[in-house]
């Protein structure tokens, strides 16, 4: 069975930070492109960056410069480190996998931007 769990959101203050950690399991985490999504109340969900099996990185504009994604394959683990937090960064941040043949979601953590 396939599982993504998400961790380390929270509440944070303007210009503050966080890491969000995704741990999979049940799958070859090598072989997925891994993406971090994020969704607002009445928005569609919106890719904020990916990583692909090899490592390359891409970045929605709103976030370039601020959040770093990376990979460990080791732990089967991907990370979004967020800095200079905005309030319009506030969401609930969901980790995705995906590989040509299947999709995985994880159930979502939220992250608040507010004083």
């Known amino acids: 069975q396939v599982q993504l769990v998400e961790s380390g959101g929270g509440l944070v203050q303007p210009g503050g930070s966080l890491t969000l950690s995704c741990a999979a399991s049940?799958?070859?985490?090598?072989?997925?492109?891994m993406i971090w999504y994020r969704q607002t109340p009445g928005k569609e969900r919106e890719l904020v960056a990916s990583?692909?099996?090899?490592?390359?990185?891409n970045y929605t504009n709103s976030v370039k410069g601020r959040f770093m994604i990376w990979r460990d394959d080791v732990k089967s683990r991907v990370y979004l480190q967020m800095g200079f937090l905005k309030p319009q960064d506030t969401a609930v941040y969901y980790c995705?996998?995906?590989?040509?043949?299947?999709?995985?979601w994880g159930q979502g953590t939220q992250v608040t931007v507010s004083s």
């Open positions: 049940g799958l070859t985490f090598t072989d997925y492109h």
């Open positions: 990583i692909s099996d090899f490592g390359y990185r």
């Open positions: 995705h996998a995906r590989h040509t043949r299947a999709v995985y």
